[in-house]
């Protein structure tokens, strides 16, 4: 079975600065992996995902995310945080054969005016 | 159309009570989840629909009765709940074709059913 690690469980920014959201994922073979967000008392909306297309996902809000096969990370970046991205970010790994997703321990990401 | 939509969005019940959450999508997809969300954790998966049989119970128990009657609407059964099931519950959505190209597993979540239990 597919799994990953969320390297951080809370992360603090400033307004303005980078973004990093850390996943390594472990799997024998190159998984779909999704990063979602889910903000205070919401669902969860997809921000990107990763298909084996390219290796660089770029998603909404200005996130993207680079698979890099040979570090088994998945991490999620921002250039430039803003107050909206304040929200826990979930990595998850796609089972395909199970069809069903297991969400990682999630990263709450908190930004600072 | 693109959405999931969850009803009620809030939910309080006695322990003897028995009630219902619903869930309903209109984009055609044939899988359909259940997940359960306490505070500050990620969500746990409890059932998958797929085709309008249930595929998946991750030993979830029997006070939760899930019933899909159609391929757009999934139902959790509530009845004789306990406090410690006070939660958040997601239910999610998936095009399911079974190893179909250009499947990737994606699901599209509804916003979800917060439900106390007293």
């Known amino acids: 079975a597919q799994s990953v690690t969320q390297l951080d469980s809370h992360v603090s920014v400033s307004e303005g600065t980078p973004v990093l959201l850390r996943c390594n994922y472990s799997?024998?073979?190159?998984?779909?992996l999704f990063w979602y967000v889910q903000h205070p008392n919401k669902g969860l909306q997809l921000l990107l995902k990763?298909?084996?297309?390219?290796?660089l996902v770029k998603g909404i809000n200005g996130f993207e995310a680079e698979f890099k096969k040979s570090e088994t990370s998945f991490h999620l970046t921002k250039p430039s945080a803003h107050m909206s991205d304040a929200a826990e970010y979930f990595c998850?790994?796609?089972?395909?054969?199970?069809?069903?997703?297991?969400f990682g321990s999630g990263t709450r990401l908190q930004v600072q005016p | 159309d693109t959405e999931v939509t969850q009803t009620p969005k809030h939910l309080v019940m006695g322990m003897t009570n028995k009630k219902s959450l619903k869930c309903e999508q209109h984009?055609?997809?044939?899988?359909m989840y259940w997940y359960k969300q306490k505070a500050k954790k990620p969500p746990e998966l409890m059932f998958v629909?797929?085709?309008?049989?249930?595929?998946i119970n991750e030993s979830v128990p029997s006070r939760f009765s899930p019933e899909c009657p159609n391929s757009s609407l999934l139902n959790l059964h509530l009845h004789a709940l306990q406090p410690e099931d006070s939660a958040l519950y997601l239910c999610?959505?998936?095009?399911?074709?079974?190893?179909?190209?250009?499947?990737?597993?994606?699901?599209?979540f509804g916003e979800g059913s917060r439900l106390t239990v007293l």
């Open positions: 990763y298909t084996s297309a390219a290796t």
């Open positions: 998850v790994p796609s089972d395909t054969g199970r069809r069903a997703l297991t």
């Open positions: 999610a959505s998936s095009q399911y074709t079974s190893g179909g190209a250009g499947d990737t597993g994606e699901l599209f």
């Open positions: 799997s024998s073979y190159s998984p779909s």
């Open positions: 984009m055609g997809h044939r899988a």
């Open positions: 629909y797929s085709y309008e049989k249930l595929s």
